[in-house]
């Protein structure tokens, strides 16, 4: 039923009149703004009159402003309301112009995904290696000293917004000597080089959150080369599974039907067309989780499946991330759920 909340719902006389090329470009929708205007970086959305859901402004532009810097100038100097995908490093200035500052937690826990598919004899395989790749990278420290205590160290797949999170299954503790111990045991006691790829700029804080990952695996031998993608490229690695390192940033996504099961249809071997990781040891409680109809024993399933996975360890898991918000005092009613904002309620004073 959740998952119902993922399905579009188009309106069918233009889409039958239109057809699938022609109802991409001038899509038809029942929401409080349609497309005016787009062009370079800035679409413009205006009120839609037949909407039962009224709008309150008369017009509404998004502009693409992909670097931090650029989106708090132009917050500060009043050339744009909100501001979102902001840092925890820029609240005191936020709220220093008189700005309000909404922080929210995300229903996505980021991570450095392992890859154990199409990657050769990688020692990756080896689950006590990827077990100390996790004690290796002190998320402890990200989330107090990164996300100034905002965020949380995370140590499985969902939050604590998600159905069928387990409040009590702890992140692994940062434990170098224990991950040295692990790589020896694995026969990599001189440890072995990784190469990850990765997107920054999406979450608060991810380019010194992955850094600081890349120096404690450095710390017990893994030597990082730590390559920037951008999302265009990323994703279609991740469709195909053809990346060309051996580990990669994604998050555990929740989101939009907060639910803990979601992700595993991507981390697991259930990802379509190519799993770029798949234990089998999984799939049974995966399977359980997706035909059990008991709200109370499903909730149980997947407790389960998130403290099997943190043994199976699929991926370094780094953070419960953040979002950052910068709004203008003017902007009212100003509503931010599951990184949606609702335009149906913005407003000005």
Known sequence: INKLSMVDVVAPTAWADLGIEGFNANPSGTGPYMKQEFAA???TLSRNPTSWRQGKLDRVVLLGLPEQ???LQALLSN???IAIGMGPDNIAQMEAAGLDVLVTDTPQVMSIMLRTEENGDTPLK?????????????????????LLGKGKAAGQGGTAAAFGY??????YPYDPAKAKALLAEAGYADGFPMKIEVITGSFPSDADIYQKAAQDLEAVGIKVDMQRVNFPDWLKKFINNTWEGDAFGSSWNTAPYMDS??????????????AHFCDQEQMPLYEQVNTEMDPDKRKQLLMQLHRLTKDVAPAIFLVEQ????GVNKRVSNYRY???NIDYTALGLR
């Open 337 to 339: 759920v599951n990184r």
């Open 261 to 274: 099961i979601r992700p595993y249809t991507y981390q697991t071997c259930a990802k379509r067309p190519k």
């Open 166 to 171: 387990d409040p009590n299954l702890t992140p």
């Open 322 to 325: 953040i979002d950052v918000t």
């Open 69 to 71: 810097a650029s989106r």
């Open 41 to 43: 970086e800035a679409l």
């Open 79 to 81: 050339q744009i309301d």
């Open 126 to 146: 080896d689950r006590r290696v990827r077990q100390a790749l996790n004690y290796a990278v002190d998320n402890e420290s990200m989330a107090r000293d990164l």
